[in-house]
């Protein structure tokens, strides 16, 4: 081989790379669909902030980001906390996650929602997995995390209590979930939309934004009871590992369990968790309690859009409250005016017309 | 000898033109079946005992090769 | 290790790396490794028998060797002193010599070959044969594993050997260089076949780094790539969907099904081909050509004459001369001969062979007997065309048509793939019995509404799948002529300006991994909302 071959066949190489590499990206996730679009775009936007400039984060399952608006906290208190959950977000990738946001922001604080705790929720399936594993970028614990859920995926249909009630599911494509082109280069048939070419980002510090934000649904309130059903072992140690995971890097994390229409056969396994969270001697907030829904003012015929999810209506009500709790009891650095905060600013003022906007086309 | 075996080629593939093919295996003029009732064909003509090692292509790919292997043949008995 | 993978791009790149660096002298040593590497990595459990066929046909191959070169020491010591007849004598007693160790390493290769493949096959038909007769037949079904690459490198040992025997070569007398022989990576899967004489001298010579060559090798495997991927793994989808489950399909669906399992199989077998050769290529090393566009044949005979080439040849060379120019057979010719007169009476014994041959292939694929059905089929169509040919030249002469335009060619091309195509049911169907059921019902409902009615687009593929199909055949086509006209396709790609070349390439890249069918697939019901 000549130098000039040598030259030659390098630059095709790189050429060839480049071309791969945008090919990769465009053939990912598709974000016309579901909810994806919104995960994807909370994550980026997480991918672009400035190194070490949040106090707090959200994890947990799609009630997180219905009911935070991240700008009204920032706007009142000058706190920074971002909600990072996903639709169904799978608990046990919890530390996994956590690992990912501490690579670039040294949060004080996780509020770790355990809506994710029944078994139901705990049950993997692929795009549950992928909502978070595909949104991430390719990195050691991009690849961690997915071993983890694949693990668990086996873990969790070898359950005797699981093979008995519920369907389990098709073996994974394993190799496709560390590399999803090998899945979505099949997208070609569905088509591609502008969002697989441009990098969609969130710019309300990770509002949830679609329209149904502003869709009021007469919901009927919660019953409460007492019923408490014990967690299982599997259900435990997900929430042991969360629990250990805080004591061992010393991140404080506070557990919720999130405001919203319960029904009664949801509520023991809420109250399991809750009370297992107790013994274990965990911070834990139960906001399903006619005290915490008076507290926070819900109004369970206008504050949500259906019957797990809160409108923005609701989200503004359970943001004060929620705010002014962190305030109190975290003590997070007042922030406003200073110069790399400017973003929250801007997306105080977005969110505010945003809201107003959104109702008013009602 | 050459007319004879020309006379013989003939009989089998009237449609060739045996003197003018230089490939007549490597470019699959005659095929296999061709090449048995050929080699039958010569050995009762010439009185020679053509046998399967002798069936390479460069053997049979012109009628100067096939003279050639039949004179051999006939030398070595 | 799959060809059609990722880790084996991988493996092939390291492997050339470390080709290339090593110097000469031991370069073979880097094949020889990375070939048992590669049958490592596709079956560990099996390995022994691939050492335990190269070890019996090394040893039996120096053993004829030395019997070889005795003889020829021999007669040229003693040149003058021999009369014809005492050389004739000699030659003949060291034939019969040689005989004894070739039926040893033929019995003990093929005896291991037809043990592995075929001892439940014979053992269950022996059963169910004694049963008939009311007796229970007590031959226990094995659990038996086929190595990788048996039914190739158990032919090409024989083919070795019985070269040996006709004193065409020399024996290998290096165990180690042998082996590589034996194993070389790129065709221990499936082929080709190599010949000793042909192969064995380019794996063991040194080869540079040549870049004219590692291009052409890598198009060629880009080729094979888009075969497999574009084209048969998309094909055996809706064949696949039909064979399956083949009763609620009738007419031209079951034949779409047939002659799509005939394009798979050459998609597939040919673009492995295309990738093993491709390999071996960037190596330095030339692979016999396995496939020259069968699709262009204007006769079942040619057809298998362009199909598996390697196949052919060795069954050419091995089974059907020495049959047909057997002492026996000419004596079954003498005696044909008077009784069905010169024409047909001559041709007997070589259509008997033929069959033999037809009926081995058929075998060779497989141990059931849709496998023997479908050498028959073959052979039939083969023989009846040659026996009726006088007939149907006098019916075309009277008939006053031109033979020699393209469009009898044409028809001709059409007629193989339609009779090719029927011959698939055999070879793809569950058993003999549903293969003759699906060409009975082919024939007496066609039922051509299924063009038009949607039909095809409830076999799992879906319109866009049929364009890429229907693209990459009209590819595959102009290709096809170009190669029939004698153009070098990869030669006149060479020849175009860079830029051009890098677009081709990166094209060809892209489009694999884009609309090659291949991974779990995405469909977008998936992603709809799933519940909290």
Not at chain 1, 107 to 114: C, G, I, P
Not at chain 3, 41 to 54: D, R
Not at chain 3, 213 to 240: C, E, H, P, S, Y
Request: hydrophobic letters at 45%; glycine letters at 6%.
């Amino acid at each position: 081989m000549t130098k000039k071959q040598g030259l030659r066949l390098i630059s095709f190489l790189l050429v060839l790379g480049l071309i791969l590499y945008g090919l990769v990206r465009v053939f990912g996730m598709p974000t016309n669909k579901d909810t994806a679009l919104g995960v994807m775009k909370r994550y980026n936007d997480f991918y672009d902030e400035p190194e070490n400039t949040w106090d707090c984060v959200m994890l947990g399952t799609s009630c997180v980001d219905r009911q935070w608006a991240a700008p009204l906290a920032w706007n009142e208190y000058g706190m920074a906390v971002y909600a990072m959950n996903t639709d169904v977000q799978p608990l046990y990738l919890t530390t996994c996650l956590l690992d990912e946001v501490r690579k670039t922001q040294d949060v004080k604080l996780a509020v770790v929602d355990v809506r994710g705790i029944r078994m139901d929720s705990l049950r993997p399936t692929e795009v549950r997995v992928r909502r978070v594993t595909d949104s991430m970028r390719y990195s050691a614990n991009r690849f961690k995390t997915i071993h983890k859920a694949i693990e668990f995926y086996k873990e969790y249909y070898s359950r005797d209590d699981v093979k008995d009630g519920q369907k389990v599911l098709d073996n994974l494509d394993e190799t496709s979930m560390y590399f999803s082109f090998l899945k979505y280069h099949s997208r070609w048939k569905e088509g591609l939309y502008e969002s697989d070419f441009i990098r969609p980002v969130n710019d309300m510090k990770g509002i949830y934004d679609p329209a149904d934000a502003f869709h009021s649904e007469n919901v009927k309130p919660t019953k409460v009871i007492p019923d408490t059903a014990e967690l299982n072992d599997l259900q435990k140690s997900v929430l042991d590992e969360i629990i250990e995971y805080g004591e061992t890097t010393g991140l404080e994390i506070l557990f919720t369990s999130a405001p919203s229409r319960v029904f009664e056969k949801e509520q023991p396994e809420f109250n399991g968790a809750v009370k297992y969270l107790e013994e274990k001697g965990a911070k834990v907030i139960n906001f399903n309690t006619e005290e915490k829904y008076k507290e926070i003012g819900l109004d369970f015929s206008t504050d949500l859009y259906n019957a797990h999810h809160m409108n923005t209506k609701g989200a503004v009500k359970f943001t004060n409250y929620f705010a002014k709790y962190l305030h109190e009891n975290y003590q997070f650095e007042d922030k406003r005016g200073k110069e790399e905060y400017k973003e929250w600013d801007e997306a105080y003022k977005r969110y505010v017309e945003f809201f107003e906007q959104g109702w008013k086309e009602k | 000898m050459k007319e004879q075996l020309l006379s013989i080629l003939n009989d089998l593939r009237p449609d060739v033109e045996f003197e003018k093919e230089e490939k007549l295996i490597d470019d699959g003029v005659l095929d296999s079946f061709d090449i048995v009732s050929l080699v039958s064909e010569l050995n009762s003509e010439f009185d020679v005992e053509i046998n399967v090692m002798d069936l390479e292509p460069e053997n049979f790919n012109t009628v100067e090769a096939m003279l050639e292997l039949i004179v051999k043949m006939q030398e070595e008995g | 290790m799959d060809f059609i993978s990722a880790t084996f791009v991988v493996f092939v790149m390291i492997l050339s790396a470390v080709y290339f660096i090593t110097p000469k002298k031991a370069k073979w040593v880097v094949l020889l490794l990375g070939s048992y590497v590669f049958y490592v990595f596709s079956s560990v459990k099996l390995l022994f028998f691939l050492i335990f066929t190269t070890a019996v046909t090394f040893i039996c191959g120096l053993v004829l060797g030395n019997i070889n070169e005795k003889q020829k020491v021999y007669l040229k010591e003693h040149k003058n002193e021999l009369t014809r007849e005492q050389k004739k004598e000699l030659k003949n007693r060291t034939s019969k010599k040689k005989r004894w160790i070739v039926a040893a390493a033929v019995l003990i290769n093929l005896g291991l070959l037809i043990f592995l493949k075929y001892f439940n096959f014979i053992g269950g038909n022996l059963n169910s044969l004694l049963a008939g007769i009311g007796i229970e037949g007590h031959i226990p079904q094995l659990n038996l594993l086929l190595p990788l690459g048996i039914s190739f490198y158990t032919l090409q040992s024989i083919a070795y050997i019985v070269d040996l025997y006709r004193g065409k070569y020399q024996a290998d007398r290096n165990f180690f260089k042998f082996s590589l022989f034996m194993s070389f990576f790129p065709q221990i899967v499936q082929g080709p076949i190599a010949r000793y004489d042909h192969l064995a001298h380019q794996l063991y010579e040194p080869h540079k780094f040549d870049y004219q060559r590692v291009t052409q090798g890598v198009q060629l495997i880009l080729w094979g790539f888009m075969k497999k991927l574009l084209l048969a793994d998309r094909l055996a989808v809706a064949v696949n969907f039909v064979f399956d489950n083949p009763d609620p399909h009738e007419g031209f669906v079951l034949f779409f099904a047939a002659a799509g399992y005939g394009l798979q199989v050459y998609a597939d077998f040919s673009g492995g081909m295309d990738v093993a050769r491709g390999v071996a290529q960037v190596l330095g090393i030339d692979l016999a050509l396995n496939f020259e566009r069968p699709y262009f044949a204007t006769s079942i005979e040619e057809f298998w004459r362009r199909w598996h080439i390697t196949l052919g040849g060795w069954m050419r060379d091995y089974v059907f001369y020495p049959l047909s120019l057997s002492k026996a057979f000419a004596n079954l010719g003498k005696r044909t001969r008077k009784i069905f007169g010169n024409y047909i009476g001559k041709k007997l014994p070589t259509f008997l062979s033929m069959f033999i041959v037809f009926l081995l292939v058929g075998v060779w694929h497989g141990s059931s007997w849709k496998y023997v059905a479908y050498g028959i089929w073959n052979g039939t169509i083969i023989v009846s065309s040659i026996l009726l040919e006088p007939y149907y030249e006098k019916f075309l002469k009277k008939c006053n048509i031109n033979t020699e335009c393209f469009s009898w060619k044409f028809f001709q091309m059409m007629r193989t793939f339609v009779l090719c195509s029927f011959g698939r049911f055999f070879s793809r169907g569950i058993s003999c019995m549903t293969a003759l059921n699906m060409m009975k019902r082919t024939i007496i409902n066609p039922n051509p509404w299924v063009f038009f009615d949607g039909s095809f687009l409830n076999l799992g593929l879906d319109y866009k799948d049929f364009y890429v199909i229907f693209i990459f055949i009209l590819v595959l086509l102009v290709v096809g002529i170009l190669q029939e006209k004698g153009i070098r396709v990869r030669e006149k790609i060479a020849e175009q300006n860079l830029y051009f070349r890098w677009m081709l390439y990166i094209a060809a890249v892209v489009i694999v991994l884009i609309y090659g069918n291949y991974g779990s697939g995405y469909s977008a019901s998936e992603f709809v909302y799933q519940q909290f």
